[in-house]
Nanobody, 120 residues
Framework: VQLQASGGGLVQHGGSLKLSCAAS????????MAWFRQAPGEGREFVAG???????NYEDSVKGRFTISRDSAKDTIYLQMNSLKPDDTAIYYC???????????????WGEGTQVTVSS
């Protein structure tokens, strides 16, 4: 499975961004898809995940602000990020696997990261 993320950028505190991640290859292996992020000097952390039947889960700090969704016809997932804070600044990575809930140890495929920077 190949994952191509896009949509990062620079936004002001309180602003919004929408990330996209397109999957290709053995799509059946992307049973679960997710977003992780890695802030400067920090480890990579889970942000949000979605399974084939659109069940979702979120890291506590993004609940109510971020929404993960899936367009199965396009083999693409999205992360709508609202009310962004400087603490959300990180490289965001798309990931896929076959275990729910997905965590770092369950990820089978990683995409290239996309930088999100939130200015104060």
């Amino acid at each position: 499975v190949q994952l191509q993320a896009s949509g990062g950028g620079l936004v002001q505190h309180g602003g919004s961004l929408k990330l996209s991640c397109a999957a290709s290859g053995r799509i059946e292996d992307a049973y679960v898809m997710a977003w992780f992020r890695q802030a400067p000097g920090e480890g990579r952390e889970f942000v949000a995940g979605i399974i084939w039947n659109d069940v979702t889960n979120y890291e506590d700090s993004v609940k109510g602000r971020f929404t993960i969704s899936r367009d199965s016809a396009k083999d693409t997932i999205y992360l709508q990020m609202n009310s962004l804070k400087p603490d959300d600044t990180a490289i965001y990575y798309c990931a896929a696997g076959q275990t729910w809930p997905i965590r770092m140890r369950n990820v089978d495929y990683w995409g290239e990261g996309t930088q999100v920077t939130v200015s104060s």
